[in-house]
Nanobody
Framework: QLQLVESGGGLVQPGGSLRLSCAAS????????IGWFRQAPGKEREAVSC????????KYADSMKGRFTISRDNAKNTIYLQMNSLKPEDTAIYYC????????????????WGQGTQVTVSS
């Protein structure tokens, strides 16, 4: 059974950093693009970043460019999201999700989701 588990969330001060992990089990990440999404209270789920299966092509939402970095370690079957220069508006539940081959910024394009990890940016 395909399963994604996020970890690494927590409370951090503005300007701080966190690294989120998305560990996959039941399947190999080699054939999948993995996206990170986030959802703040009262808001829709939005795309944060994605890394494709082929060539490690990465994509970022405009507000995250230069601050967030997505990477993958296929040997560990894990995707990472390094988040730097965090702002209070980055506070949300962060989810990773899988779809076959190529990236998409559309929530409905992803067929498997993790349970999410809470990120809170506050002083």
């Amino acid at each position: 059974q395909l399963q994604l588990v996020e970890s690494g969330g927590g409370l951090v001060q503005p300007g701080g950093s966190l690294r989120l992990s998305c560990a996959a089990s039941g399947f190999t990440l080699d054939y999948y693009a993995i996206g990170w999404f986030r959802q703040a209270p009262g808001k829709e789920r939005e795309a944060v970043s994605c890394i494709s299966r082929i060539g490690g092509i990465t994509k970022y939402a405009d507000s995250m460019k230069g601050r967030f970095t997505i990477s993958r370690d296929n040997a560990k079957n894990t995707i990472y999201l390094q988040m730097n220069s965090l702002k209070p508006e980055d506070t949300a539940i962060y989810y990773c999700a899988a779809r076959v081959y190529v990236c998409s910024g559309v929530v409905a394009d992803y067929h498997d989701w993790g349970q999410g990890t809470q990120v809170t940016v506050s002083s």
